[in-house]
């Protein structure tokens, strides 16, 4: 399949409301236009660049977990959990217990995140369907939602606002 002619997936009318069904991306990619070469060759420089500044942070594992630390506080805001980052360095058993559960979630999403790094760079794991769904299960495990069927994708239409997506 050419790169150029890829739809990312399509709306379909649903009883009373539409949903976007995203394309399959598991195909051999191939690409006519050139260009492609060349924002590959820019990204490919700007890595470089990424990876010469590493040098000169003395502790690179520190830094990339206080931007994990950061990036996650600000995604799981998006699910109403809230705790600070402050918060979420402290053990569990430190905070007041109103703010556990939030923090648990935290907590499984950087585990979780580290649990798909490590599959991909340490075991030589493919990003995949099977990947995804093991990072989910983690992603669910002891917090709200552990039992609605973790590392599994969901089958019903999800929305936000609104008692049902038409009014969402």
Known sequence: MYLEEYQAGLHESQSDFSSFIPAMINKQWEWKTTQINVLLEQANLELGRLGSYSELVPNIDLY?????????????????????????????????PE????????????????????????????????????IHNELMQGVRGEHKTPGEYRTSQNWIGGSMPSNA
């Open 99 to 134: 703010k556990r559960d939030d923090a648990r979630e935290v907590h499984n999403y950087i585990r979780a995140l580290k649990h798909g790094v490590d599959r991909i760079m340490q075991d030589d794991f493919p990003l995949s369907s099977r990947l995804i769904r093991e």
């Open 64 to 96: 990339i977990k206080m931007h994990l630390q950061v990036e996650t506080n600000k995604s799981n805001r998006i699910e109403g959990t809230q705790t600070t980052i402050e918060e979420e360095l402290m053990p569990i058993r430190d905070l007041d």
